[in-house]
């Protein structure tokens, strides 16, 4: 047990819980995929072409390299509360997809990806609920005009001062896993704010949920497990709204881009959620102020043509 300020917090979860976890996730969806396909053959839906035809999509490479870019920023951002959408949009514009396309593509696999990890950290006790509550709701509604201003502006603009924020809050972090005791709020203060403007620049930005308000909740000095945790599952609500305001006003995107992403994602969610629920306070704030930093850094110098 990890005790902070007379409160105890489990460290000890079994592994055995994840792969069990696994386990059974893979064979409902292999027996609910199986139910689909033999309802779909029945009613005539599919032909056995069709069927090739999905098999040969599964073992395209553009979306297995991007099952892989779902796992592994899935597993980033489980752990640590943010990256996903970093990594992700970053990936496909370096690729020369629109900035705007990008954001689609991401908030539609996070609604799969979220609902899973926010699942995950439920089950390993990661999510406060009042506190989830209090960021879902102002987090969706800056998420949809977020998504609907990315469609008709430029958000560059805007780009270089949410990494100024993101830095800041980089090294506020980092000083506390270092020289300051880590000190429990009994309630985070201007929540709602905080989720707004979260969601505004996740949506707009194509990233910046977790790092804005992981960052700003675990500065402000609550707890790092059940700040991560509760972000994570808040986020669901934030990618529903910004996924719909996207493909609303823009139509679907690249299904191989999205399918890679989500599967990825949902396959690394639990895993994420066990290595947040064991992993050191102090390294917990460590890792994620560097990355914090290396991030906003690299945005910032790349909104202002120097990288």
Known sequence: ?????GESVPMTVPFAKVV?????????????????????????LFTQDDVTRALSFLTHQEFLIFLCVGFCAQLVDGSLGMAYGVISSTLLVSLGTPPVVASAGVHIAEIFTTAASGIS??????????LLRMLAIPGAIGAAIGAYLLSAVDASVMRPLVAAYMLVMGMIILRKAFVMALVLKKQARHVGWIGLVGGFADASGGGGWG???TSTLIGSGNHPKTIIGTV???EFLVALMAAGTFTFILGSGNWAVVLGLIIGGVLAAPLGAFVCHRINVRVALGIVGVLVIFLSSRTLLKALDIL
Do not use: Q
């Not at 047990?1 to 300020?5: A, R, T, Y």
């Not at 995929?33 to 029945?42: D, E, N, Q, T």
């Open 1 to 5: 047990m990890f005790s902070v300020e």
């Open 20 to 44: 069990r976890g696994y386990i059974v996730g893979i064979t409902c969806l292999t027996m609910l995929a199986m139910v689909v396909i033999l309802m779909a053959r029945s009613l005539g």
């Open 121 to 130: 950290h439920w089950r390993f006790g990661n999510v406060d609920f009042k």
């Open 211 to 213: 790092p804005i308000v």
């Open 232 to 234: 994570n599952a808040s």
